[in-house]
Structure formats: C-alpha cells, structure tokens
Nanobody, 126 residues
C-alpha cells in the first residue's frame, strides 16, 4: 500500500546539519505512524525517532534527543528528520518506515513496521 523514498543524505562535517525527507506514495498517509531508523556498518539497526499519524506525538532515542527533530506534512505525504549538531557517531544509513496507526504495539521496534524505504547515507566527518 505504501512506497517510501528517502532523500537528503550526504557528507557533512561534525557540527553540521542535514534535513532528511521521506516521500510516501499511497493513500491515507495520516493513518500511518512514521519512524526513522539507522544502521552503521557491523551494527544492528537502531531506533532514531518516530511520529504519530497526526504528528501530535513524537519519540526520540536518547542519543539524538535535543539534536534531531522529526516532523511530517500530511498534505505532502512526506516525513522529515532534521539533524543538527551532527557527530561522527551519527554516520549510518538512515531508513524511514511506516506502520498503520492501529497495527503496532511499540513504535520504537523496527519489526513493528510494515514498509521501508531504501535508505539514505549520512556521513559525518571529524
């Protein structure tokens, strides 16, 4: 039902910022909670941030709290991740994911999400 395409990744210096976008196709975008996850080489995929279908609730991993902001524009079928004060340890492939609002128990868990984008690389140099 939903196809997701991430964009906005790139190479930045420590302290810089990137705005990642996740464009969704399909109907009823507001019926899906959206999450951002990341995976560094040799590591497990980890939760970064999530947002409810309406945008009224947001959730963040402790490692990014205060630096990253998740948002969505339901009129544009797009979710965003604003990443500020980037650190080398933020380097990873970033994935967006979607799960129907009524089909998850824990919005932090990657295996709760039904739909995934292809990922966008974020590299932060020292």
């Amino acid at each position: 039902q939903v196809q997701l395409v991430e964009s906005g990744g790139g190479l930045v210096q420590a302290g810089g910022s990137l705005r990642l976008s996740c464009a969704a196709s399909g109907r009823f975008f507001s019926s899906y909670a959206m999450g951002w996850f990341r995976q560094a080489p040799g590591k497990e995929r980890e939760f970064v941030a999530a947002i409810s279908g309406s945008g009224g609730s947001t959730y963040y991993a402790d490692s990014v709290k205060g630096r990253f902001t998740i948002s969505r524009d339901n009129a544009k079928n797009t979710a965003y991740l604003q990443t500020n004060s980037l650190k080398p340890e933020d380097t990873a492939v970033y994935y967006c994911a979607a799960v129907h609002t009524f089909a998850y128990s824990d919005i932090h868990q990657s295996d709760e999400y039904n739909y995934w984008g292809q990922g966008t690389q974020v590299t932060v140099s020292s």
